[in-house]
């Protein structure tokens, strides 16, 4: 069974660029969250998806968006980079349901975004 | 905000040792969650014990649930040198609809 994908694994963009993230989650799971991991602030929540409806949302501005297709792909998206937006963003999934956390999610490797 | 607090921060130990880590957190929870991390990557997912038990183990693992302290700890027994990550205790709360909510992390490093 192959696990949770992201791509890309790193990226470089400048401060003011926009950056898509991707996210395919394990095979027959329907919800995808997607968490912000930095030094500072650790690891955060941005939002989750379940069959392609956002059902909950972190505390995070407008700029970071997201969505979900109906084979369950995930993609985040942040418009107008700052350079604090560098982290590594995780991806997480799980087979969903009215509750997600029982089970223990699936995280991907990441995406290293730096903001230059 | 972080909802969970693990101690210590960082922890060394020599190979073949225990390790124990604590985590406290703030409110109420539908289950705590335990995370393995190797130099920033991926979150493994260890062992989750639900609210309504209290121990739980899974190989090497053992973890413990005190609810009216609002604390876990995970034990790691006989440690290896591959067992060296970060550790992160996550809290699925109640009402949180489905969010998890991380610790600042503790960093073990086993010595061979």
Redesign the interface.
């Known amino acids: 069974k192959a696990g ?1 994908t ?1 791509t890309p694994r790193y990226l470089i963009k400048t401060r003011g660029q926009q950056v898509t993230l991707s996210c395919s989650p394990i095979s027959g799971h329907r ?1 995808v ?1 997607w ?1 912000q991991q930095t030094p500072g602030q ?4 941005l939002f ?1 998806y ?1 069959s392609e409806t956002q ?2 949302k ?1 505390n995070f501005p407008g700029r970071f968006s997201g969505r979900q297709f109906s084979n369950s792909r995930s993609e985040m998206n942040v418009s107008t980079l700052e350079l604090g937006d560098s982290a ?1 963003y ?1 991806c ?1 999934s ?1 087979l969903g349901g009215s ?12 995406t ?1 975004l730096t903001v230059v | 905000s972080q909802q969970g607090e693990e101690d210590p921060q960082a922890l060394s130990i020599q190979e073949g040792e225990n390790a124990t880590m604590n985590c406290s957190y703030k409110t109420s929870i539908n289950n705590l969650q335990w995370y393995r991390q190797n130099s920033g990557r991926g979150l493994v997912h260890l062992i989750l014990i639900r609210s309504n038990e209290r121990e739980k183990h899974s190989g090497r693992l053992r973890v413990t649930l005190d609810t009216s302290k609002k604390s876990s700890s995970l034990l790691i027994t006989a440690s290896r040198a591959a067992d060296t990550a970060s550790y992160f205790c996550a809290t699925d709360a109640l009402g949180a609809n489905s969010k998890l909510t991380f610790g600042k992390g503790i960093t073990l490093s086993v010595r061979p």
């Open positions: 949770v992201q919800s969250s968490y650790g690891l955060q929540f989750e379940f059902r909950n972190g590594l995780l997480a799980s509750r997600s956390g029982q089970r223990g999610y699936t995280f991907g490797s990441g290293r």
